[in-house]
Nanobody, 125 residues
Framework: QVQLVESGGGLVQAGGSLRLSCAAS????????MGWFRQAPGKEREFVAT????????DYADSVKGRFTISRDNAKNTVYLQMNSLKPEDTAVYYC??????????????????WGQGTQVTVSS
């Protein structure tokens, strides 16, 4: 069982920055691919970013490339999402996810086994 707890969401003006954190329980965190997804009101959950077990590989949705950076600290069982140049369309609940089946990057939500409760990010124009 893996528990994920996100933090760092909030209200920010367009062009601003936020850093989300996701703290994971368990001893095998360093083996898991990790991902960030988001869900805006009235829309389906969508992929944002993913990182491999070592942090050596990452992948991003086209909508966030060049603005968001995913990273991880395996010693702290934590994955981060640095979000810069935020836009109103980035407003959503952001979810952290862990895949115990995959160690490399994974862009599909069905590839993840555990999810956090989500943290709200609101970008005002």
């Amino acid at each position: 069982q893996v528990q994920l707890v996100e933090s760092g969401g909030g209200l920010v003006q367009a062009g601003g920055s936020l850093r989300l954190s996701c703290a994971a329980s368990g001893r095998n965190f360093s083996r898991y691919a990790m991902g960030w997804f988001r869900q805006a009101p009235g829309k389906e959950r969508e992929f944002v970013a993913t990182i491999s077990w070592s942090g050596g590989s990452t992948d991003y949705a086209d909508s966030v490339k060049g603005r968001f950076t995913i990273s991880r600290d395996n010693a702290k069982n934590t994955v981060y999402l640095q979000m810069n140049s935020l836009k109103p369309e980035d407003t959503a609940v952001y979810y952290c996810a862990a895949s115990v089946r995959y160690s490399h990057t994974e862009v599909a939500s069905r590839g993840y086994d555990y999810w956090g409760q989500g943290t709200q990010v609101t970008v005002s124009s």
